[in-house]
T-cell receptor, first 112, second 114 residues
Framework: AQSVTQPDIHITVSEGASLELRCNYS??????LFWYVQSPGQGLQLLLK??????LVQGIKGFEAEFKRSQSSFNLRKPSVHWSDAAEYFC??????????FGRGTSLIVHP | DADVTQTPRNRITKTGKRIMLECSQT?????MYWYRQDPGLGLRLIYY???????NKGEISDGYSVSRQAQAKFSLSLESAIPNQTALYFC?????????????FGPGTRLTVT
């Protein structure tokens, strides 16, 4: 069975600081990995995805994530956070079932 | 116009009432999903449908039913609402032909059962 762990429920950063959100997955084969963002009052929007190839993937809004097979991780990063990045972030893993499994989410708080 | 729409956006109902949440999409996707979101629990899958004739239960289907009226429409029903069904409900779609798993979400329906 596939599963996702997002160890941090909340992350607080100052505007302009760098950001890393952690995601660990469990899946027996090469996973499909995703990061979604949920802004207040809105649905989820795909930030980036990894299927194969280059393990460093670029997404929208200046985000990137790195797939590390040895660590079963897919951490999301951004070099400089903006106040508008405050949102809930979800990591998800997909595999043979074609149904992604979502983590519990990390709430990002940005201080001015 | 939004690709995935949900109606209503907000609903307050009483215990025991039947309620239907509707989802429509213009993306032409064959696969549709219903999730509920509760604080600290992430998204949990209620039902999913890979085409009009294919309906499957997710991890938390008890107390819910669905109807896939057309490729573009997927409705979720609570036959007899109870307070612990108070949650944010999301509809999502994906393109099975691409086998990419990428999902597109509606804006959500906030349901309160009193």
């Amino acid at each position: 069975a596939q599963s996702v762990t997002q160890p941090d429920i909340h992350i607080t950063v100052s505007e302009g600081a760098s950001l890393e959100l952690r995601c660990n997955y469990s899946y027996g084969a090469t996973p499909y990995l995703f990061w979604y963002v949920q802004s207040p009052g809105q649905g989820l929007q795909l930030l980036l995805k990894y299927f194969s190839g280059d393990t460093l993937v670029q997404g929208i809004k200046g985000f990137e994530a790195e797939f590390k097979r040895s660590q079963s991780s897919f951490n999301l990063r951004k070099p400089s956070v903006h106040w508008s990045d405050a949102a809930e972030y979800f990591c998800a893993v997909g595999g043979g079932s074609y149904i992604p499994t979502f983590g519990r989410g990390t709430s990002l708080i940005v201080h001015p | 116009d939004a690709d995935v729409t949900q109606t209503p956006r907000n609903r307050i109902t009483k215990t025991g009432k039947r309620i239907m949440l509707e989802c429509s999409q213009t993306k032409g996707h064959d696969r549709m999903y219903w999730y509920r979101q509760d604080p600290g629990l992430g998204l949990r899958l209620i039902y999913y449908s890979f085409d009009v004739k294919d309906i499957n239960k997710g991890e938390i289907s008890d107390g819910y039913s669905v109807s896939r009226q057309a490729q573009a429409k997927f409705s979720l029903s609570l036959e007899s609402a109870i307070p612990n069904q108070t949650a944010l409900y999301f509809c999502a779609t994906s393109d099975g032909g691409k086998k990419s798993y990428e999902q597109y979400f509606g804006p959500g329906t906030r349901l309160t059962v009193t």
